[in-house]
């Protein structure tokens, strides 16, 4: 799976929007660009995914660069529930290999 | 939304014991589910990929005499950890995949502490 390159850490304002950046120089055509959270003590959740345009859910925004080699997650309004590790991860749908291979992933801290 | 129910939540157990873990897709159908492992301030980690009907794929590095998977039917996989190790100590997380998307639904995780 190509590899993706996140910050390590990041702290926002309660109430301000935050933008998570996720570098994925070497993607291939097609690999979709999949985004989890994991609170504390619990499983990943779902965020959001996407291909090559942006999109929007009730969750967040996914900002695809043009030339898909980077993207960002973008929550327009934090709260302090938001506080998690955010995982940008690149799975090839095509080859019919479903598994996820997490990285270090972005610790978001929300400052009240 | 789709959910996976993961029991048990917490569980403690002597050196030496085995311990069973249950992954269950409630409102769905899954014919594939991911056992991953997770040490403290780390990642995820992959152990082994669980097959309805057949064996699991495991991952480079990983015991399948030890961690033992079965995947019986198309709602239900378990993980059982055998002669537990108190190295074993660690946050089992498994995921189902829903076939009508591309999302994976995750457990809440089992954190085991062997004595």
């Known amino acids: 799976d190509a590899k993706t390159t996140q910050p390590n850490s990041m702290e926002s304002n309660e109430e301000e929007p935050v933008h998570l950046p996720c570098n994925h120089s070497?993607?291939?055509?097609?690999?979709?660009i999949h985004w989890y959270r994991q609170l504390p003590s619990q499983g990943p959740e779902y965020v959001i995914h996407?291909?090559?345009s942006n999109v929007n859910n009730r969750m967040a925004s996914l900002a695809i660069a043009e030339d898909r080699k980077s993207s960002t997650l973008i929550l327009h309004r934090a709260t302090l529930r938001d506080a998690a590790v955010y995982y940008c991860?690149?799975?090839?749908?095509?080859?019919?290999?479903?598994?996820?291979?997490f990285g270090t992933g972005t610790r978001l801290t929300i400052i009240p | 939304g789709a959910v996976v129910s993961q029991h048990p939540s917490r569980v403690i157990c002597k050196s030496g014991t085995s311990v069973k873990i249950e992954c269950r897709s409630l409102?769905?159908?899954?014919?594939?589910m991911f056992w991953y492992r997770q040490f403290p301030k780390q990642s995820l980690m992959l152990m082994a990929t669980?097959?309805?009907?057949?064996?699991?794929?495991?991952e480079q590095g990983v015991e399948k005499d030890k961690f033992l998977i079965n995947h019986a039917s198309l709602t239900l996989s378990t993980l059982t950890v055998t002669s537990a190790h108190p190295e074993d100590s660690s946050f089992y997380i498994c995921?189902?995949?829903?076939?009508?998307?591309?999302?994976?639904?995750f457990g809440s995780g089992t954190q085991l502490s062997v004595l």
């Open positions: 070497t993607i291939s055509g097609t690999d979709y």
């Open positions: 409102d769905f159908q899954a014919t594939t």
């Open positions: 995921s189902a995949r829903d076939l009508r998307g591309q999302k994976l639904f």
């Open positions: 996407g291909l090559t």
């Open positions: 991860i690149l799975r090839d749908e095509r080859r019919g290999n479903e598994k996820l291979t």
């Open positions: 669980s097959n309805e009907g057949s064996k699991a794929t495991y």
